[in-house]
């Protein structure tokens, strides 16, 4: 079936799908179904998943999440789907307790061309949903409570082709504890020796003039104020919906109240050295304390954003096939100090799926997808070289793969330009511009 029947049928059993879903009404009344889940229980309802498009479409899905591609944070990559593929990318990277990951995206064309994004985190094996992008919203934002693996999946509606520009971010989940305009004076951090190391920092300190403002990192509620040995006048709060508490010590004045509702801004104090900080200059310890103790308040305070990359190769290379132009390697993720995949050969042949940097995201013949520097790759415009076929007639695949669909027969005799090379394949191109396979050894 073509493509243009797979589309008809396709819109014909959504639209079917549609109109089931106005009579028998919602099926989960306590959770909300990502997009994602609404378009799978569409395909699911109108049977469509039993065709070979619906159902590539939903392995696809689970396939992606156990392959997924190494990034480092920040984040940018341009990419395409191609709706003669059926296809999605998930996107693996590190994120720590306290920090606020952001992803936004933008897509081309922004009508008739849906991409669904998922925020997961990878726990023990396990996948767990956390967050969606809306599809009527191009970005979200989400509080890291765990620091740990997180995946990002996206895939697009079937039939629909398109570009898209994703980037992912970090910053700190809670306002930076000090008024200033100096945000980079955080010269102590969690786990420093204490007392001839005795014992350990529980907190970072953050230095400024004395009697600077303090102010609440959060909306929340004053749950103590008062004075100790090693932190002199404190005041403790607790964030609204958190299950932590923040300290704020060695204040000069204490301002807020217990019991008192604050807001993000609102002056709880002022800086000094107050308690066993009485010999330093004058700064506010900050930390934070949850039922399992203390947790390092650096990455919910830190105040330094990095820049997201430029993206420095062609995305004209998009969609396109390509091949290698020496003997190189492709990796694991963007970096050259990355996991080597695998080696290729010169001229073996790629499809370029994205770009980010100066690597592109490629994907071999075989469905191997890795990253490869964009300077060892280029058209394959031109023919390697022409050869003659000889002994015997050859099948042309539309795969390097002996199993896949035969295209053509090439006569004994004929011409055929040699393109590229994928394991025991060739990629040839021969009269009528035919385009396929050859098995070569």
């Known amino acids: 079936m073509d493509i243009l029947k797979l589309k008809s049928l396709y819109i014909a059993l959504i639209c079917c799908s549609f109109l089931l879903s106005c009579k028998t009404g919602t099926l989960n009344l306590f959770k909300a179904a990502s997009p994602h889940e609404q378009y799978q229980r569409k395909l699911t309802t109108t049977g469509f998943d039993q065709t070979a498009a619906g159902s590539a479409w939903i392995n696809a899905s689970k396939a992606s999440l156990l392959r997924p591609s190494q990034i480092k944070l920040p984040f940018k990559e341009r990419g395409y789907f191609s709706a003669e593929n059926v296809t999605a990318i998930a996107y693996e990277f590190t994120a720590t307790k306290g920090q606020k990951i952001s992803i936004a995206i933008s897509q081309k064309p922004v009508e008739d061309f849906r991409i669904y994004v998922d925020l997961m985190f990878l726990e023990n094996q396990k996948i767990k949903s956390l967050a969606f992008l809306d599809t009527l919203k191009v970005g979200l934002e989400y509080e890291i409570d765990n620091t740990g693996k997180y995946l990002v999946r996206l895939q697009p509606e079937l039939l629909t082709s398109g570009e898209y520009l994703l980037e992912i971010n970090y910053g700190p989940s809670l306002e930076y504890p000090i008024k200033t305009t100096s945000r980079n004076n955080i010269q102590s951090f969690f786990g420093d020796g204490r007392d001839a190391n005795t014992r350990k920092h529980e907190g970072v300190d953050i230095f400024a003039a004395r009697l600077t403002p303090v102010i609440a990192s959060a909306n929340g509620i004053i749950t103590r104020v008062n004075e ?33 509702q604050v807001v993000v801004g609102d002056t709880l104090g002022l ?11 004058p700064h506010l310890h900050f930390g934070i304390y949850g039922s399992d103790g203390p947790v390092d308040p650096f990455p919910f305070v830190n105040p330094s954003i990095k820049q997201l990359p430029e993206i420095l190769a062609s995305a004209e290379n998009l969609n396109s ?12 993720s963007a970096e050259e100090v990355a996991t080597e995949m695998k080696s290729l050969i010169l001229n073996s042949i790629v499809k370029v799926q994205g770009v980010n940097k100066n690597w592109y995201r490629i994907e071999l013949p ?20 022409g050869i003659r076929i000889v002994a015997t007639e050859q099948m042309v695949f539309d795969k390097p793969d002996s199993t896949a669909a035969q ?5 004994l005799n004929s011409t055929v330009q040699i393109l590229g090379y994928s394991g025991d394949y060739t990629l040839i191109k021969g009269s009528s511009d035919i385009l396929g396979w050859i098995k070569t050894r």
Not at 273 to 281: D, E, I, P
Not at 321 to 332: A, E, G, L, P, Q
Request: net charge positive; aromatic share 8%; glycine share 10%.
């Open 228 to 260: 100790n040995n090693l932190g002199g006048k404190v005041v403790w709060m607790r964030p609204t919906g958190k299950n932590f508490t923040l300290y704020y010590a060695h204040l000069d004045k204490q301002i807020a109240v217990e019991g008192q």
């Open 271 to 281: 800086v000094g050295n107050t308690g066993n900080a009485r010999t330093t200059a």
């Open 321 to 332: 096939t390509m091949r290698t132009n020496r003997t190189t390697d492709i990796y694991v």
């Open 366 to 385: 075989d469905g191997t997808s890795g990253y490869l520097q964009s300077n060892r790759l280029i058209p394959i415009t031109k023919p390697i070289k």
């Open 407 to 411: 295209k053509t027969l090439m006569p």
